[in-house]
């Protein structure tokens, strides 16, 4: 088969790809989902890297993954970027850019960047030796040059202009780099931080537009106060929720909103969309009881409190996955994600109409 037959035949498969779990308008296409951040999105781009100790590529992660393979998703199953590519029909899982394995095939359709324990922050990345976020954004030009070979240089432009681009950063960047370490508390406080962050951000999102991208999927910073970790360190013999986090993350996510309202009115027919995940996560940590789980401030590996990465390696787990809100310490079970994927997708979708 010619190298233009292949072309075409990809064109035409990924063109009539059918969205199954949310509704699109019409006239609306999404031929392929990317994903750049943090843990929330990465789906094993650290596997290889043996300089950090964010990594997860060992049991018991994975235990309901297909198959049960620890892939290095930060999960018990699959993580959001996996199921906004299924929400939208695009493919069952969004496979990371620096998998061996990856095949020219699965380009057309969307790959993820994002680097567990990475950050707005590059002193975050740097810290926690993962893919800084300028880092991720060098990748994606790398693919762009790639994707040119496997379809051309306009259905490339076709892809970049109408996939949906999702950013999920900031976490690491408040609870570690600035409250847990207080690397940067000794030259910011925390209002001058979050501005900090905040011109990171937004220069980054210029970027990803520079480059084609034109529909961006923008996660708010979740109640990082609220994760057993630190609830354990700093929540005191109670382990309740550290109010000073929470607020931290409020502050930013506040700028981050106006920030992105502000890039809509200057960056000609983009669509970057703040999605709040900060309020029906934390409804669902407080009111676990509402949604069907018995423990809400604890993971399910090991004692649920501290452990989570390396700490984790093959050690026990709870007897139901699904009677807790938390996997690890830091990150949310795949039941959590199930349920708050559709709803942040959708409120995306409706911003088409």
């Known amino acids: 088969m010619s190298h233009l037959l292949v072309r075409?035949?990809?064109?035409?498969?990924?063109?009539?790809?059918?969205?199954?779990?949310?509704?699109?308008?019409?006239?609306?296409?999404?031929?392929?989902?990317?994903?750049?951040?943090?843990?929330?999105?990465?789906?094993?781009?650290?596997n290889n890297?043996?300089?950090?100790?964010?990594?997860?590529?060992?049991?018991?992660?994975?235990?309901?993954?297909?198959?049960?393979?620890?892939?290095?998703?930060?999960?018990?199953g699959k993580v959001p970027s996996d199921l906004f590519a299924e929400e939208l029909g695009v493919k069952d899982y969004l496979p990371a850019y620096l998998d061996p394995?990856?095949?020219?095939?699965?380009?057309?359709?969307?790959?993820?960047?994002?680097?567990?324990?990475?950050?707005?922050?590059?002193?975050?990345?740097?810290?926690?030796?993962?893919?800084?976020?300028?880092?991720q954004l060098d990748m994606f030009k790398e693919y762009i040059g790639k994707l040119k070979g496997v379809v051309g240089e306009d259905r490339t432009n076709f892809i970049l202009a109408n996939s949906i681009f999702f950013v999920v950063l900031g976490s690491n960047d408040i609870s570690n780099t600035y409250f847990f370490s207080h690397v940067r508390q000794a030259q910011y406080?925390?209002?001058?931080?979050?501005?900090?962050?905040?011109?990171?951000?937004?220069?980054?999102?210029?970027?990803?537009?520079?480059v084609g991208a034109r529909r961006v999927g923008v996660f708010s910073v979740p109640p990082v106060g609220c994760v057993p970790f630190q609830r354990t360190m700093a929540g005191g013999a109670e382990r309740k929720c550290v109010q000073e986090y929470n607020n931290a993350v409020m502050l930013f996510n506040e700028k981050l909103s106006k920030e992105i309202n502000s890039l809509n009115q200057n960056l000609p027919n983009s669509r970057?969309?703040?999605?709040?995940?900060?309020n029906p996560f934390l409804d669902i940590v407080l009111n676990y009881q509402n949604y069907g789980y018995?423990?809400?401030?604890?993971?399910?590996c090991g004692t649920g409190k501290i452990e989570a990465g390396l700490l984790c390696s093959h050690i026990r787990t709870c007897?139901?996955?699904?009677?807790?809100?938390?996997?690890?310490?830091?990150?949310?079970?795949?039941?959590v994600y199930k349920k708050l994927v559709p709803l942040i997708l959708q409120r995306y979708i409706n911003q088409f109409t």
């Not at 890297?49 to 018990?76: H, Q």
């Not at 007897?319 to 039941?335: C, I, M």
């Open 319 to 335: 007897p139901n996955v699904l009677d807790f809100v938390f996997w690890d310490s830091f990150h949310p079970t795949e039941s």
């Open 272 to 278: 970057v969309v703040y999605l709040d995940v900060y």
């Open 8 to 46: 075409l035949t990809l064109i035409l498969v990924f063109s009539c790809k059918i969205t199954s779990g949310v509704k699109l308008p019409p006239n609306v296409s999404v031929p392929a989902v990317f994903a750049f951040g943090d843990s929330i999105m990465d789906t094993g781009n650290n």
């Open 189 to 210: 406080n925390i209002s001058a931080y979050t501005d900090l962050i905040l011109r990171s951000a937004s220069d980054f999102f210029k970027e990803l537009y520079k």
């Open 49 to 76: 890297n043996t300089l950090t100790f964010a990594r997860c590529n060992f049991k018991p992660y994975g235990n309901d993954f297909p198959g049960k393979i620890p892939t290095g998703r930060f999960s018990n």
């Open 101 to 135: 394995k990856l095949q020219p095939s699965e380009l057309p359709t969307g790959v993820n960047f994002a680097s567990g324990g990475a950050g707005y922050d590059q002193l975050t990345s740097k810290l926690a030796s993962v893919i800084s976020v300028s880092a």
């Open 294 to 300: 018995k423990v809400g401030d604890r993971g399910c």
